[in-house]
């Protein structure tokens, strides 16, 4: 669990395999100015982006969605509408040249430090059956009103573990 600072900086990770999940500061900054920290603030959220680093099997990511028209907000729902942000994502993997890739999902909870829902964990798990992407892992952040909490979610046993 990230808890949140005065400084907004990169966030660093150990996950699966001695591997490292690096998130820089923008993404952070930018899903943290969607924290649900009054009662009017509805639930926003997106996809994030990054790269898989050569030779170290490390992740970092650069670039997230943030809320558009066609998404579904309400005080304790978000649901991502498909067509608009999977038009950013082709526009950045086409502009990246093919190394910015989809990496996972991020939302907004009302609570300070968050935990999956039974529908979040529904939904990342189809997410992982169904989605077409280029890892055998996708993540899934979300960010509370006191920290930030963090999941990988494995493609080929639909297991979701919390990462630290």
Sequence with gaps: MFYMQNKIGDMVFSISNDRKLKIDGKPIENMLSYAQDTIEKDEAGGVILGRFIKDSNNIVIDVNTEPM????????????????????????????????????????????NPTPSKTDINSWKKILKNDVFTSKHLYFIIVGTKSIGVWEGNARTLEIKKID
């Design 69 to 112: 028209k066609g998404d579904i907000r309400t005080r304790r729902r978000f649901k991502r509408g498909k067509k608009r942000h999977q038009e950013i994502i082709d526009e950045i993997w086409v502009e990246s040249e093919g190394t910015c890739n989809y990496i996972g999902e991020w939302h907004t909870h009302p609570e300070e």
